[in-house]
């Protein structure tokens, strides 16, 4: 999160963006999200919290997110206001995890507008964003490309564990059917 915070103030990023990447660590590992892809994609958004679009900060909407009726791209009216940062966040990643059809989605609740069950897993990967969320084909290959200068992991691949041998039977000792010594 400190290598995140360092990469968005290397780039001019506003104090309030910096301070969003803790959000992002806390919030995105239970909704199945990498925080340093959704960070990377409130930084392509926002310009590093610049707001230099459609929005500006007082709408504390990471991600571009529109009202549940949709709108004109560049009516301001048409993309949502949050209450907080915290609302924002959370809604952004609950988009997010929707279009990369994580398990458990879609939500009943959630502050996200534009929660729609048809969009559940339409961008499996990141590089699919591209034409999907936004209108660029490169879209999210400019995300993957911002979040290795954060310093992307890459995920671990599944290590196959062998099965464990199964335990040998063991059958309790059979009691005799007859008492030694005994006058039968």
């Not at 992002?24 to 926002?46: N, S």
């Not at 699919?128 to 400019?142: F, H, I, K, Q, V």
């Amino acid at each position: 999160m400190e290598r995140a915070q360092a990469w968005a103030a290397g780039r001019g990023a506003t104090p309030t963006f910096v301070r969003l990447a803790p959000l992002y660590w806390r919030l995105a590992p239970p909704r199945g999200v990498r925080p340093e892809l959704a960070y990377a994609q409130a930084a392509k958004e926002t310009n590093f919290g610049r707001f230099t679009g459609v929005l500006d900060a007082s709408f504390r909407n990471p991600c571009g997110l529109k009202r549940t009726a949709g709108g004109g791209n560049y009516d301001p009216s048409a993309h949502r206001r949050f209450r907080s940062w915290k609302q924002g966040v959370t809604a952004h990643l609950d988009h997010l995890a929707l279009y990369a059809g994580a398990p458990g989605y879609p939500k009943r609740s959630t502050p996200d507008p534009r929660h729609f069950p048809f969009l559940h897993g339409k961008a499996p990967t990141l590089q699919a964003l591209g034409g999907a969320w936004a209108p660029s084909r490169t879209y999210g290959r400019e995300i993957v490309r911002m979040a290795g200068e954060i310093g992307l992991r890459k995920p671990r691949p599944a290590v196959k564990r062998p099965k464990p041998a199964p335990a040998p039977r063991v059958f309790p000792k059979p009691r005799p059917h007859f008492v030694e010594g005994a006058n039968l």
